[in-house]
């Protein structure tokens, strides 16, 4: 959605979602690190612990890192709390790094932040289940709720009448809809009142103290739209664009600025600017660490796959990475064969090409260590969509639609489709259909945390899962 009176403004997130700083937005924000601070001022208490300059040190620090906030009322429970379950290990392992690094973690004594480390999720579930509950009715009281119209009655203008109306946190009352259609050409199922011709819309507004205007309107219908943003120049309502362009699948969609030119991102990658570095920054330390941990294994493995068939150690295939470019992908070889043409047929169950040792070592991952150079030589990254062969990559990208959008960041080790049941084999076009789903809702809502979930749960996805041959 496009603010008309502040169009200098990032938008971010959900399109159709009111910009304003809200009630529910306002304590997400604060909630989190507040917690967080209150526990360990908590837990020093408790423990009849003098709270002196180091615990004072150690809440702002502890508030600067977290803030904002990412809890979101608007989000289902589930999806939440393994938000913070994440944030808050990814928050345990930094901070828990820094202070053996500086020593200054002797200045606390362990049972006091044991309490800290198990309080805050705790206090944080409560609190927030609690708010769930009670915003919702103090968003929705009507000396709260901000008053709007929408221009037009097309399918995007029912669906933004629909959010507002599901939705409580929005805090917003659709009164009704403005359109130049005869009454028999509305569509049955509208979710409030039509109250006039676009005509209309300006002594309307002017008369009810309307707060805010949506311009659910077809972009093609430009002058006309641009006539009405005239007769609305007399009120005080805020003004929203909600192009129909919205109705596309958004990837990263923000409205932003090229010098004074106001543009919307359609499809992008996630990892512009800081957000870039900090990828590449936890892709190189976990790498260098992973490898340096596990060089005594990884020395052994390659002597295992060299005495079970013969054949190079790695297995090199061509794969896409990073903007469609072709890249070359390491593995410790499992198979007799060493396919990377035109055509290259997919592990299967049972599959004669691989060896007793290469059975164990797909199952386990064990396979997939060598990547990790890969990702020190920018190819790759430790997460993200998981690179298919070149072979593979023609053929579902003619056959799926948006298949190539996941080449918007760097393939991954491990990946979002893969914690979530699409590991191995995906012998139909459905599978593939979902494993891209899943990697496109990657894209969508990438963070750090995300990251760190999605190796936790790589790794008890190795244990129990079948679906690897």
């Known amino acids: 959605?496009?603010?008309?009176?502040?169009?200098?403004?990032?938008?971010?997130?959900?399109?159709?979602?009111?910009?304003?700083?809200?009630?529910?937005?306002?304590?997400?924000?604060?909630?989190?690190?507040?917690?967080?601070?209150?526990?360990?001022?908590?837990?020093?208490?408790?423990?009849?612990?003098?709270?002196?300059?180091?615990?004072?040190?150690?809440?702002?620090?502890?508030?600067?890192?977290?803030?904002?906030?990412?809890?979101?009322?608007?989000?289902?429970?589930?999806?939440?709390?393994?938000?913070?379950?994440?944030?808050?290990?990814?928050?345990?392992?930094?901070?828990?790094?820094?202070?053996?690094?500086?020593?200054?973690?002797?200045?606390?004594?362990?049972?006091?932040?044991?309490?800290?480390?198990?309080?805050?999720?705790?206090?944080?579930g409560a609190a927030y289940t609690t708010l769930r509950i009670v915003l919702p009715r103090v968003i929705s009281s009507p000396s709260n709720l901000r008053t709007a119209v929408i221009a037009g009655s097309n399918d995007i203008a029912i669906c933004l009448a629909q959010q507002f109306q599901n939705d409580p946190y929005l805090g917003t009352h659709v009164l009704g809809f403005f359109d130049d259609r005869g009454s028999g050409e509305f569509p049955p199922d509208l979710p409030a009142p039509v109250m006039g011709n676009l005509s209309d819309l300006s002594e309307y507004v002017k008369q009810n103290h309307v707060e805010a205007i949506y311009l659910a309107l077809p972009m093609a219908a430009q002058p006309h739209i641009l006539n009405l943003l005239d007769s609305l120049k007399d009120t005080t309502a805020s003004i929203y664009f909600v192009p129909d362009i919205f109705i596309t699948d958004l990837i990263q969609g923000r409205f932003d600025t090229v010098g004074n030119m106001p543009v919307v991102t359609v499809c992008e990658t996630p990892f512009t600017g800081f957000n870039g570095f900090i990828k590449r920054s936890s892709d190189v330390v976990f790498s260098i660490i992973i490898l340096l941990l596990l060089l005594p294994l990884m020395l052994l493995l390659a002597i295992g796959v060299k005495l079970s068939s013969p054949g190079p150690v790695i297995f090199k295939q061509r794969r896409y990475g990073l903007d469609g470019k072709e890249i070359l992908v390491y593995k410790f070889r499992s198979m007799t064969a060493c396919d990377d043409g035109e055509v290259i047929k997919q592990a299967t169950k049972n599959d004669a090409r691989i060896t007793r040792f290469g059975a164990f070592i797909r199952k386990t991952s064990l396979d997939e260590l060598p990547q990790f150079v890969n990702v020190l030589q920018g190819r790759m990254s430790i997460v993200g969509p998981r690179p298919h062969a070149v072979a593979h990559n023609e053929t579902y990208r003619k056959a799926i639609k948006g298949y190539m959008i996941r080449h918007k960041v760097k393939p991954g080790i491990t990946g979002w489709a893969q914690v979530n049941g699409y590991r191995g084999e995906t012998e139909t076009i459905d599978k593939m259909k979902k494993r891209i789903e899943y990697d496109l809702e990657y894209l969508r809502n990438w963070s750090l945390s995300l990251d760190f979930w999605i190796i936790v749960k790589t790794v008890w996805t190795i244990v129990k899962d079948r679906n690897a041959y």
Not at 43 to 53: L, M, R, S
Request: hydrophobic share 50%; net charge neutral; aromatic share 16%.
């Open 1 to 124: 959605m496009l603010q008309y009176e502040h169009s200098n403004r990032p938008l971010k997130g959900n399109l159709l979602q009111h910009t304003g700083f809200t009630l529910s937005t306002g304590i997400g924000a604060f909630l989190y690190p507040s917690i967080i601070a209150i526990c360990l001022l908590a837990a020093a208490a408790y423990h009849d612990e003098e709270i002196g300059p180091h615990y004072i040190i150690l809440c702002i620090l502890s508030f600067a890192v977290t803030f904002p906030g990412e809890a979101s009322f608007h989000e289902r429970p589930r999806r939440v709390f393994r938000k913070l379950l994440s944030s808050w290990l990814l928050f345990i392992l930094i901070m828990g790094a820094f202070g053996f690094a500086t020593a200054y973690i002797q200045y606390y004594p362990e049972n006091i932040l044991l309490a800290w480390v198990i309080a805050t999720p705790v206090v944080y």
